[in-house]
């Protein structure tokens, strides 16, 4: 069994940054693919970037280049930088270990015009 608890979200405005945090316990976090997702108000959850275990990443159209995703194996952590935060950011970010079916509980992202 895997734990997930994202941290790191706020009220920021356009144009700002935040970056947050996934801590994982109870698995290999260091075997393990990981993602971030997000999922705004009457909107479904989407993809937002992924990271292999030996870190390769990948990201959704949207956040190229303005987000970059990392993971300290030492810590059990992954990270999501955010960058030049846009209004249609805002959602609840989650992470996700790939193909396991464990989330965390998410962390809400609030980008301000």
């Known amino acids: 069994q895997v734990q997930l608890v994202e941290s790191g979200g706020g009220l920021v405005q356009a144009g700002g940054s935040l970056r947050l945090s996934c801590a994982a316990s109870g698995g290999t976090f260091s075997a393990y693919n990981m993602n971030w997702f997000r999922q705004a108000p009457g909107k479904e959850r989407g993809f937002v970037a992924g990271i292999t275990w030996n870190s390769h990443t990948y990201y959704a159209d949207s956040v190229k280049g303005r987000f970059t995703i990392s993971r300290d194996n030492a810590k059990n952590t992954v990270y999501l930088q955010m960058n030049s935060l846009k209004p249609e950011d805002t959602a609840v970010y989650y992470c996700?270990?790939?193909?396991?079916?464990?989330w965390g509980q998410g962390t809400q992202v609030t980008v301000s015009s």
């Open positions: 996700n270990v790939a193909g396991r079916g464990y």
